[in-house]
């Protein structure tokens, strides 16, 4: 099973989405937009990916900087606290698989969670060959 926590307006969580798809999964797909974050599933997921809160803030189109939430002095769990009340804070997609959970932040990070990968050659949206003809990654 795969899970993928998803924006469908963000054209990285586009890319990872359609490379699962290709790859011959079907994944679960979590709007966390419409569905938001819970205390424990940010925790979870953080932990297991080896992630902080503050290394998950999306930095840029997200209202962190008018927060201040990039100020050095901001708390890990201030970062959070925000997250929870506004997810658009969370970077994305945070990609779970058996293999492992990750932000897939550039979209092949996600062929390191896939036992098997779309068929080559495989691209990004805006045309950035991800996979070649031969089956391998760029």
């Known amino acids: 099973m795969i899970v993928i926590h998803h924006n469908p307006e963000c054209g990285t969580s586009r890319n990872v989405l359609a490379v699962i798809k290709a790859a011959g999964y079907e994944p679960m797909v979590i709007d966390y937009l419409k569905h938001g974050w819970t205390r424990p599933q940010l925790l979870a997921l953080f932990a297991t990916a080896g992630l902080t809160p503050r290394a998950a803030l999306r930095k840029t189109k997200s209202p962190a900087k008018e927060l201040g939430l990039l100020d050095?002095?901001?708390?890990?769990?201030?970062?959070?606290?925000?997250?929870?009340?506004?997810?658009i804070?969370?970077?994305?997609?945070?990609?779970?698989s058996p293999k492992g959970i990750k932000l897939c932040r550039p979209s092949e990070v996600v062929l390191?969670?896939?036992?098997?990968?779309?068929?080559?050659?495989?691209?990004?949206?805006?045309?950035?060959?991800?996979?070649?003809a031969l089956g391998s990654k760029q």
């Open 89 to 96: 804070l969370v970077n994305r997609p945070i990609v779970c």
């Open 112 to 132: 390191d969670l896939l036992e098997q990968w779309p068929q080559g050659p495989f691209a990004k949206e805006d045309g950035e060959l991800l996979i070649d």
């Open 72 to 87: 050095e002095k901001v708390s890990e769990d201030e970062i959070l606290e925000a997250m929870l009340e506004q997810p």
